[in-house]
């Protein structure tokens, strides 16, 4: 309540809630807050800001989503777009790519859906979190597997 107090101290009485999350810094964790907040906007049609010095993505340290979409009528993925998430799993990298993300001048073959990319593997899965969990079940099964 009394970093809501400051809040609408500086921001105005219009502010409905305000609060703190820690990360730890991983991305994937990061990504799937926006993810939340964004859509959290779209359902219920709210201004969403986001303040965060030290997001792991220098393009999301501020971000206001108004019915889902940044002020410039983009969504976040656009934004997104340019680099691959990374997480990184017992000395192994993930790499996920947004639906927009292009891999040179060529687009991806499923822009609906997010990419990953694990120890030479590529695939495709319909949302952030299915690719995260399939990303996983595969370094698992290669683990299982001596590499």
């Keep these: 309540m009394e970093f809501l107090r400051h809040v609408r101290e500086a921001e105005g009485q219009d502010v409905t809630a305000a609060g703190f999350l820690k990360s730890g810094g991983d991305e994937t964790d990061v990504l799937v807050f926006m993810l939340f907040l964004r859509d959290l906007s779209a359902s219920l049609g709210l201004r969403v800001t986001v303040r965060d010095e030290d997001n792991p993505f220098t393009k999301l340290r501020y971000l206001d989503f108004r019915h889902g979409l940044l002020p410039s009528g983009d969504q976040l993925e656009d934004l997104l777009a340019r680099r691959p998430v990374i997480k990184r799993v017992d000395g192994q990298s993930i790499h996920f790519y947004p639906p927009a993300h292009r891999q040179g ?11 990953y990319a694990l120890c030479g593997l590529r695939a495709y899965a319909p949302t952030l979190l299915e690719a995260e969990q399939e990303a996983l079940k595969i370094l698992r099964a290669l683990g299982h597997l001596g590499r």
Excluded: K
């Design 105 to 115: 001048a060529i687009q991806a073959s499923r822009p609906e859906q997010w990419g």
